[in-house]
């Protein structure tokens, strides 16, 4: 029988491949993906308690963390965009323009 | 090692794999694949866990719709790889993620080693019928967590305000879908370059 804690090991190992993909990658659509991932992680380590704890109230929050990361995927490949037509590119370290 | 044991090892393996492809790929299309590999990976761990109606939510929304927007984004900026993600970074920011990768690495050693020596409760102990079925989900989402259900109608119309507002195009004088409509001679020869 595989214990709860696996599944939070799992969902502990995908949040923290998505902040090192968020901290390393230079691609600004590769970051996003990455946050979707994290956003992922959290939704699994839910499940996994929800399940352990025999109550379905998890399942609910999932729904609704689903919902924000469709909103944030809409709004953020539109400041994408917006970027990438006044600057021509969407490599993160061009963006450097708040840097003094 | 029982079925249940070896679905649940295969899915997390091919999960944190393509997890790590999708990181370490210079293409973002290949990116997008993998992740996608991951969350479906992921949705079989939902169904493990008894979440039938998220599982498939997972895969109907994530893989086919907003990863779709993901990959409709990329093919739109039209990156030419080399001249937009090849270059290297400053140094600075080269030792940061050095330093990052090498703190995640012992971060991970300390996780799966304290995960799984851990006794730990099995994940199905509260098991009961019906348990992460529509109904039961629909009957939470529209009693106790009505509130919030509702407030996320507004976060959408938000989004979708926001969405349209970022990518539409400035332009200031009047005559914009006039000379949209004349411009379509270039924009045709970019798309082949």
Redesign the interface.
């Known amino acids: 029988?595989?214990?709860?804690?696996?599944?939070?090991?799992?969902a502990?190992?995908?949040f923290?491949?998505?902040?090192?993909?968020v901290?390393?990658?230079?691609?600004m659509?590769?970051m996003?993906?990455?946050v979707?991932?994290m956003l992922?992680a959290a939704?699994?380590a839910l499940?996994?308690f929800?399940?352990?704890?025999?109550v379905?109230?998890g399942?609910?929050f999932?729904?609704?963390v689903?919902?924000?990361?469709?909103?944030?995927?809409?709004?953020g490949?539109?400041?994408?965009?917006?970027i990438?037509?006044n600057r021509e590119?969407?490599?993160i370290?061009r963006f450097n323009i708040l840097k003094w | 090692m029982s079925l249940d044991a070896l679905i649940f090892v295969i899915s997390a393996v091919v999960a944190v794999f393509s997890a790590t492809m999708m990181i370490a790929q210079r293409n973002p299309v290949a990116s997008v694949l993998y992740l996608i590999v991951s969350l479906i990976a992921q949705a079989v761990l939902y169904v493990q866990l008894g979440a039938l109606f998220l599982g498939s939510i997972l895969i109907i929304v994530y893989a086919g719709a907003i990863l779709v927007l993901f990959l409709f984004v990329i093919m739109l900026l039209n990156l030419r790889g080399k001249e937009d993600l090849g270059e290297k970074s400053p140094l600075v920011n080269q030792a940061t993620k050095f330093i990052v990768s090498i703190l995640f690495v012992v971060e991970l050693v300390f996780a799966v080693r304290s995960g799984f020596v851990a006794e730990g409760i099995a994940a199905d102990a509260a098991d009961f019928a019906g348990f992460g079925s529509v109904e039961n989900v629909a009957t939470l989402l529209f009693t106790r967590y009505l509130y919030p259900f509702e407030l996320t109608s507004i976060l959408l119309l938000a989004a979708i305000v926001g969405a349209v507002v970022m990518a539409r195009r400035e332009n200031r004088d009047e005559q914009q879908y006039v000379s949209v409509e004349q411009t379509p001679p270039e924009t045709f020869k970019e798309g082949q370059g």
């Open positions: 029988m595989v214990p709860v804690s696996a599944y939070l090991v799992v502990m190992v995908l923290g491949i998505g902040t090192l993909g901290l390393i990658s230079r691609n659509i590769v996003f993906m990455c979707e991932l992922n939704n699994l499940i996994a929800s399940r352990s704890l025999g379905m109230d399942h609910a999932v729904f609704l689903l919902t924000v990361a469709a909103a944030e995927a809409a709004v490949l539109a400041i994408v965009l917006a990438y037509r590119t969407i490599n370290d």
